[in-house]
């Protein structure tokens, strides 16, 4: 369920006490679910050799191959030894039913320009130019990839650098991808100052003629801590510690590194500049200039019914 980080926002008290949780494989990113089954019991099923449970929750982990454990498992249920809630599936799936209304609704053309219409539209926009890496960076982007888009299939693989969740070396961590990929696109989506903060990694695309397509979601700043505490500072104060807006224009960093560049404000500026720069190959900078970074947070609240 694509949904679940919006609805899980909702007053969580509203929502059934999950029990009993099977992860498999590495921690949720989301803090949203990881809140709410905080205090489940966890089973974690993972084959990756280490002790990947930073939240220390209470459970056990079960070591070895997902497919093994998963198989071992529904031979020893079958047949299922209690009886399953009717309602459970069908209460979930209500919840993302309202949430892909809503989605629907707000995302659909014509539209205010928003940060979350890019990744709502990713997928088709994507497919349509083949098989492709799509790597997130930090701060929004993961956020906004996991919450709004649809429908992802086998030809994306979607990449991210979490653990300390720096935005450091995120261009040169696609261009990485982009040297060992067979995939046809490399896509990267990062906010203006992990773009900013890495603009040196565009030397090795035009050195070694990578074949990258960066999107910049530009608000003018970091766009994330408008959502935390420090969003209630008084603005000054906010926006000289936070905010940090640069007013840089990055057509110039695409002339220097030699790159494509389009430049979108409405959404279907966005839309084109994607069709354009998707049938093209080389360094690619399609620069989007988002509403402001308060709007942004107005917009995702909208979402959070
Ligand atoms: C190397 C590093 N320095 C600072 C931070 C703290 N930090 C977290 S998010 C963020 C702002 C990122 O802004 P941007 O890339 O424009 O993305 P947005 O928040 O607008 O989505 C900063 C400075 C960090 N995570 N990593």
Known sequence: MGTYDAFLRVNRQMLPHVECVIR??????????????ADSYIYTIDG???????????GRIIEGRIEDVLTGLSEALNPLPT???????????????????????????PGEASEPYLYYHLCDWLRNAGSAE?????????RDLDTFTQ?????????????????DGIVSTAMGIAVRTDRKQTILITGDLAFYHDMNGLFAAMKYRLNVLIIVVNNDGGGIFSFLPQGQLEEQEFE????????????HAALLYQAAYRRAST?????????????????????WRTPSRKQNVALHNSFWI
């Open 24 to 37: 498999l494989g590495a921690p949720m990113t989301s803090k949203t679910l990881n809140l709410y089954t």
């Open 48 to 58: 990756e050799n280490s002790y990947r449970e930073p939240q220390m929750q209470t």
């Open 83 to 109: 009886e399953s809630d009717p309602d459970w599936y069908p209460f979930w799936f209500r919840q993302h039913e309202t949430i892909m209304n809503l989605l629907r609704e707000r995302l659909t053309e």
């Open 134 to 142: 799509v790597f997130v960076s930090n701060s929004m982007p993961v």
């Open 151 to 167: 429908d992802p299939d086998d030809s994306l693989r979607f990449w991210g650098n979490r653990g300390a969740n720096g935005i």
């Open 240 to 251: 000289s510690l936070f905010g940090t807006p640069h007013g840089l224009n990055f057509e």
């Open 267 to 287: 959404l279907g500026e966005l839309r084109r500049g994607m069709e354009e720069l998707l049938s093209t190959r080389g360094l690619r900078i399609l620069e």
